[in-house]
């Protein structure tokens, strides 16, 4: 069953990527049995966290995985000139990591992990956070 999503061939097991805005993702509830949101949160005013949480938790199956990488700070903008060695002028935020877990968890998340680290690449700038997360069963 379930729909297929553009651009993927069928197979025994089924991976899909899709992407979205910050509004509904085009998926059925209960469908998703993991997502992984890789610096995608840091495009986001820190006010629409928990509406886009709340729209992960609505796709996920029982016990989906949440993964969950981001710039972590005090819900500070940050506005840039340059990106990635080019003139590009960009905006993103750095997300309390205390926040986004809150978030998480109110929506039907539980917790298992959390890194907050200092910038250790030579191309980071800031603290880097990491959640792991497991939808409860409903």
Known sequence: ??????????????RASASATAGPLPVRSGTVHGLVSWYSL????????PAVLAEFARVSSPRAT???????GEGERVER??????????????????????????????????????????HETTAQAFILAQRNDR
């Open 66 to 72: 949440l993964l969950l990488g981001f710039q972590s």
């Open 42 to 49: 840091i495009n986001l005013r820190p006010e629409l966290i």
């Open 81 to 122: 000139t340059t990106a990635y060695g080019h003139r590009l002028p960009i905006a993103y935020f750095r997300h309390r990591v205390n926040d986004v877990t809150d978030a998480a968890v109110s929506v039907g998340f539980e917790i298992y992990a959390t890194v907050e680290r200092e910038p250790a690449l030579a």
């Open 1 to 14: 069953g379930g729909g297929r999503v553009r651009g993927w061939p069928r197979c025994a097991k089924r």
